[in-house]
């Protein structure tokens, strides 16, 4: 039967519910709608205009007087650097002996991602630990599809951060010598959300502790609840002038823009950093702090607040309003109004796409070409790392080639000694970034290495 032009028009809503409704406004109306809403976000009353907020991590330290939980705590062995978040409140973020929580969206997409924070850990001495026995915190399961629960996401939460507790007596080291650092924004989101319902949910708790006992990942009968948890972008915002310290290459000249990740600052923000020395306080300070501290131009531009358009949910149902959503809300309106030469983010699915949806708009005559990447890939650049053997941009959809340039990196000549690398790879002579033995700590494959107890990373 053919479709009537009603029914097609609310077929494209598909998927998203009956709330979903075409607003009918005219440009002139959208346009004050928006300026509206951006005038409120502005003052960051959309983040602190609520009537409840409460800092869970006082809850917590009851519930391990009350010898409900076990916290994982930072300790001077971390080396913490102690922030403030949305409200004032203090958080500490560790900066040493840390056990990377990577992301799977990271390692199969965007891998020059965690290569360049591992190699400014290497490069700044800190020690860590990068091994298998991680599992995907399952979060994009939840959001994306909403055949995960709250159970599950719980167990895998607490589980994964059990294994870091853990990990280090495989190398003769007491337990909770490595704090973990969460590379992707979707985990760090989730990952918060799961401890504030463990912490007011005893019913939760109990459900998940019959899981971890089969697992055999309780402490002493009780759940291990980290003391705080931390994302990759705040272990570089509060190493920021250290890394600047060891910059080679002069970004003054670049114009950056940054688009913070819906998972990292609207998700639990009042766990978020801000500092008053970064935009006057009123953004998120992660990325923008270190741009700033890096000596490149950060450029503010009207849709700062946008999602990037993935959604989950959208990116599964509606792909052509995630492609148009990145392209018009946000390339666009960097490329138009900030003129910039580079878009900095922090999470997994916004880099993935802001950076692979820009090939779409060629189809429609929209041709804005903006390169994309994580902050730690363009810090990384800027002290030195190969572009393509570290930062692996070749990796990148959109193209990167004259922000090289105008960093003054030849990227001709370091994409001929890549070829030469290849080539080194190809023939068995492998180079690693970390000493794979350390890589796993449990199960058969383990051999433990006394001696490298106390070296760090390599």
């Known amino acids: 039967m053919e479709k009537t032009k009603e029914q097609g028009h609310q077929g494209a809503y598909t998927g998203f ?34 009537e409840r907020v409460e800092d869970v991590r006082s809850l917590m330290w009851d519930l391990e007087r009350e010898g409900e939980i076990v916290v994982h705590r930072i300790s001077g062995q971390h080396e913490p650097v102690t922030a403030c978040t949305l409200y004032g409140w203090e958080k500490r973020i560790p900066t040493n002996q840390l056990w990377h929580h990577k992301s799977c969206g990271q390692c199969g997409n965007i891998p020059g991602y965690p290569t360049s924070l591992m190699w400014l850990m290497n490069r700044l001495g800190t020690r860590y630990l990068d091994e298998t026995d991680q599992t995907s915190c399952t979060a994009w399961n939840y959001h994306g599809s909403g055949i995960g629960n709250v159970l599950s996401l719980a167990a895998v939460f607490l589980r994964n951060f059990h294994q870091a507790y853990v990990s280090s007596q495989a190398e003769g080291l007491p337990p909770g010598y490595y704090f973990p650092l969460v590379h992707c924004g979707t985990s760090f989101g989730n990952y918060k959300e799961m401890r504030q319902f463990l912490l007011h949910s005893a019913e939760l708790r109990a459900e998940v502790k019959k899981i971890l006992a089969k697992l055999g990942r309780l402490i002493d009968g009780k759940l291990l609840i980290p003391e705080e948890i931390v994302h990759y972008s705040e272990w570089l915002h509060v190493m920021r002038e250290r890394i600047a310290a060891e910059k080679t290459i002069d970004c003054s000249g ?117 390169p994309v990447m994580a902050d730690c890939q363009f810090a990384a650049l800027t002290l030195g790392a190969h572009p393509y053997k570290l930062a692996q941009l070749h990796w990148h959809a959109s193209p990167f080639e004259k922000l090289l340039e105008k960093l003054g990196i030849d990227w001709e000549k370091a994409k001929a000694e890549f070829d030469a690398y290849l080539a080194e790879v190809k023939a068995g002579r492998i180079e690693t970034l970390y000493d794979p033995k350390r890589a796993i700590t449990s199960g058969p494959g383990y051999r433990r290495q006394p001696a490298l107890a106390a070296s760090g990373a390599e």
């Open 17 to 50: 519910g009956p709330e979903w409704r075409a607003s009918a406004l005219t440009p002139a109306q959208a346009r004050t709608a928006t300026a509206w809403v951006e005038a409120r976000i502005d003052r960051r009353s959309a983040l602190t205009g609520k």
């Open 254 to 370: 670049i114009r950056a823009t940054i688009h913070p990740a819906c998972h990292v600052y609207k998700m639990v923000p009042e766990d978020v950093i801000y500092d008053e020395t970064v935009l006057d306080g009123n953004r998120v300070a992660v990325s923008t702090g270190l741009m700033q501290t890096l000596g490149a131009q950060v450029i503010d531009y009207s849709t700062w607040y946008d999602c990037c358009g993935f959604g989950f949910r959208h990116i599964i149902g509606e792909r052509e309003f995630t492609r148009s959503f990145a392209i018009d809300r946000k390339i666009r309106v960097a490329v138009d109004e900030a003129h910039a030469d580079v878009m900095i983010g922090h999470d997994t699915g916004c880099i993935t796409t802001l950076d692979k949806n820009q090939w779409i708009g060629r189809a429609v005559d929209k041709v804005y070409e903006l």
